[in-house]
Nanobody, 129 residues
């Protein structure tokens, strides 16, 4: 069973940056969709970004409108990892952040959290004003 391990969370002042990492215990065969979510107490889990690889050197990445321009996603296939770079952080970005992955065809990308097979344990991000 593939395990995902997040790291990089912590406390930062507003305007600061953090880079979250998600490393898989083994390679997940392409085609694969790798995503970042966050969840605050009392709120639904929110999708932030995903990166899709169909098995070649080309990735397709997308970032949610709510964080576009501040967050970006990337991956390092050699390290079985993918990352969420978060800049210009705001107090409202405070949440538990999760990475997730699922094998998926381009025509049926995961559209909700329950579509994902693998999840990390979460890493807390706290942004102070």
């Amino acid at each position: 069973q593939v395990q995902l391990v997040e790291s990089g969370g912590g406390s930062v002042e507003a305007g600061g940056s953090l880079r979250l990492s998600c490393v898989a215990s083994e390679s997940i065969a392409s085609p694969v969709c790798m995503s970042w979510f966050r969840q605050s107490p009392g709120k639904e889990r929110e999708g932030l970004a995903f990166i899709y690889n169909r098995g070649d050197d080309e990735d397709f990445a997308n970032v949610a409108d709510s964080v576009k321009g501040r967050f970006s996603i990337s991956r390092d296939n050699a390290k079985n990892g993918f990352f969420l770079q978060m800049n210009s952080l705001k107090p409202e970005d405070t949440a538990m952040y999760y990475c997730a992955a699922a094998r998926s065809s381009w025509w049926s990308l995961p559209s909700k959290p329950s579509d994902y097979t693998y999840w990390g344990q979460g890493t807390q991000v706290t942004v102070s004003s």
